[in-house]
């Protein structure tokens, strides 16, 4: 079993940054990717950013590149989510997950571990 516990959500005006964090715990040896997702009212869950585990190796929904990064510490069992120049569309509930053998990183379907969510509100 893994333990998600996402921080760092909150309310910003357009413009504005937000870094997401998410702490793993448990049994987490062997996940290959983990990734960020969110999910808006009336829209379907997205995959906004993962990381290869191992590797490093990083990709991105393209209504977010260049504007997010995502890292990790593996030392600390950390995921981040570095926001910026948010917008009122990036608004939602956002997730991270871990996947042990996923070959889509930005797909949900692939992922097997799930946080509670925290969410982000941004204003115009």
């Known amino acids: 079993q893994v333990q998600l516990v996402e921080s760092g959500g909150g309310s910003v005006q357009a413009g504005g940054s937000l870094r997401l964090s998410c702490a793993a715990s448990?049994?987490?040896?062997?996940?290959?990717?983990m990734g960020w997702f969110r999910k808006a009212p009336g829209k379907e869950r997205e995959g906004v950013a993962a990381?290869?585990?191992?590797?490093?190796?990083?990709y991105y929904a393209d209504s977010v590149k260049g504007r997010f990064t995502v890292s990790q510490d593996n030392a600390r069992n950390t995921l981040y989510l570095e926001m910026s120049s948010l917008k009122p569309e990036d608004t939602a509930m956002y997730y991270c997950?871990?996947?042990?053998?996923?070959?889509?990183?930005?797909?949900?379907?692939?992922?097997?571990?799930w946080g509670q969510g925290t969410q982000v509100t941004v204003s115009s």
């Open positions: 990381i290869y585990a191992a590797g490093g190796n990083t």
């Open positions: 448990g049994s987490t040896y062997g996940r290959n990717y």
């Open positions: 997950a871990a996947s042990f053998a996923t070959l889509w990183p930005l797909r949900a379907n692939g992922y097997n571990y």
